[in-house]
């Protein structure tokens, strides 16, 4: 399912798909233009892009599908459906010139084949193109990452596979930028703003390709680690938080740096997300008072010791920070 692409591609990834998409679609009805043209006029057609046995590999349709069959992200059903009507529709339109080359006479079964496979490809096309515009209203336009509403759905999905497999790990970390209102303050919005496209881009090329990082809310971002334990989670996340804090950028000749304060927790198969998300967030506010720019965790498993799952979703807030401990301390 297209749909799919959502957790896997990051915003430029959709900015580049619908651009190619528009661009090889409007070739491509030219090229249906000029066989249209010929048939109505019949005009023998000579051209290696239309009478080719292998043409649904050279017009620029073609091109860009072979060149987005080199990741395999995008071998997937939408994708070969739509080179399986591609690669027929230049069949059908090569034996309606092979008609017209011969006789000047046209079968209208095979004009009808063609005009049929014409529509399907066109609409399949339309609706891969209309998905990948859907789909750029999904990320926040400053950090260019998923927004909160996009970000649930992938919580959602992580939640039903841990429901079907017992031995599934996932985990989430909820990371906020430190003094990031005093930046504000002092720089303005724009600097604000700088800054939150800078730590994006950083969290983002830090991750693996089926994690996930989104901008929650202001200044705060939360990150989903699939098929990760808490004690793979931890150094992972702490390794970000370096890397963010270790860089820098320049904006009208000032250099500005930043750092984030990091909490993380497994997603629990025994709670429903928003106790997840809220444990994730008692170990971040648990990093703040440690002092900013580190990274806490707090271990579900843990927590059980005290109390229940039926009161993982309860205000047992206090019982949380109890255990939170600092991923330095964890690792060691």
Known sequence: ??????????????????????????????????????LVTRQPMSEEQFIAADAHLHCKFGRWLT?????ELFQQGSFLKIEQYHKQLHDSARAVIHQLNHNGDLNIEAFENFMRLQKEFFDMVMMLFEFSVLNKQQFDPTTRLINRRSVDS???????????????????????????????????HDVGDLLLSHTAKIFNDAIRRH???SRYGGEEFLFIFPDMSLQQAGPVVDRIRKQLADA????????????ASFGVTQLCRYCDIKGSIKRADIAMYAAKENGRNCTVSVDSQSVIGQTSYEHLNNEITELMRQHCKLVSQITA
């Not at 959502?6 to 030219?30: M, P, T, W």
């Not at 060149?67 to 990741?71: G, L, Q, S």
């Not at 959602?156 to 504000?184: G, L, T, W």
């Open 248 to 259: 820098s950028i320049t904006h009208q000749g000032n250099q500005h740096r930043v750092s």
């Open 211 to 213: 994690d996930t990082v």
């Open 154 to 188: 992938v919580l959602a999905n992580e939640y039903s596979r841990m429901q079907r497999a017992e031995d599934y790990h996932c985990c989430v970390a909820m990371a906020d930028i430190d003094h990031f209102k005093e930046v504000n303050d002092r720089w303005g």
């Open 67 to 71: 060149k987005i069959f080199e990741d």
């Open 1 to 38: 399912m297209i749909e799919n692409l959502l957790e896997s591609l990051h915003h430029d990834d959709f900015e580049v798909l619908a651009a190619d998409i528009k661009q090889s679609l409007e070739a491509h009805r030219d090229w249906m233009q000029r066989i249209t043209t010929a």
